[in-house]
């Protein structure tokens, strides 16, 4: 089997394990609307707003990282929304349904640059905003917004195509991931390479 098969499976595997220890605190879910959020009523409340009050919904939500800005009111990252299952169990890039539905998170707090690469995967937990513009390509784009209490991040895209040696194996690269809240600093939930075991030597697969 190639090489390059081999460590798709893997990093899958890999991910698939993830879902069973919780990112975030019973604290940060106890609130979060977990079955009953209708996230095609958010878009659509989006692009064609009603005269109703807003009535804004603690919510857990997965994407993959599209643009990433900083503002005064802190980072905002665009993302196109990713079921969460599936943004956890696939590294492919996307994941097909019905039409690409893009939101903005705004995040106050500090976040490693690295992990907010475009193409890395997120899931996010806050509270939705009412809708506004977003510069995208150019133009103003609507998008509807959430404010993130919490953010996990794994760095997909630096551990793409690479690999490491251990014990005269060819195995791939670890994905990093990391926890961000606001107000504390960031739990880092991943084994490194090479830095803290110099055994190992990373190989990138072109």
């Not at 784009?141 to 251990?166: D, F």
């Not at 690269?173 to 739990?187: D, G, L, Q, S, V």
Request: proline share 8%; aromatic share 8%; net charge negative.
């Amino acid at each position: 089997m190639p090489v390059r098969m081999i460590g798709i499976i893997v990093i899958s595997v890999w991910l698939s394990a993830c879902t069973s220890t919780p990112m975030f605190s019973p604290e940060i879910m106890k609130d979060v609307e977990a079955n009953t959020f209708d996230v095609k009523a958010w878009e659509r409340e989006a692009y064609h707003p009603s005269s109703a009050k807003f009535v804004p919904h603690q919510v857990e939500l997965a994407g993959e990282i599209i643009r990433v800005t900083r503002k005064p009111e802190g980072i905002v990252i665009v993302a196109e929304e990713q079921p969460i299952e599936a943004s956890l169990r696939s590294n492919k890039t996307t994941v097909e349904q019905d039409g690409p539905f893009w939101f903005a998170i705004t995040f106050k707090g500090s976040v490693d640059p690295r992990m907010l690469q475009p193409g890395n995967r997120l899931i996010a937990v806050g509270m939705t905003r009412q809708a506004r513009a977003e510069m995208l390509g150019g133009a103003p784009r609507v998008l509807p917004h959430l404010r993130a209490q919490c953010l996990h991040i794994w760095n997909t895209e630096g551990a793409k195509n690479k690999y490491y040696y251990s014990e005269d194996f060819l195995e791939p690269y670890p994905i990093e991931e990391r926890t961000y809240c606001r107000e504390r600093r960031a739990t880092d939930s991943s084994p490194g390479v090479g830095e803290d075991d110099p055994t190992k030597k990373l190989v990138e697969d072109p």
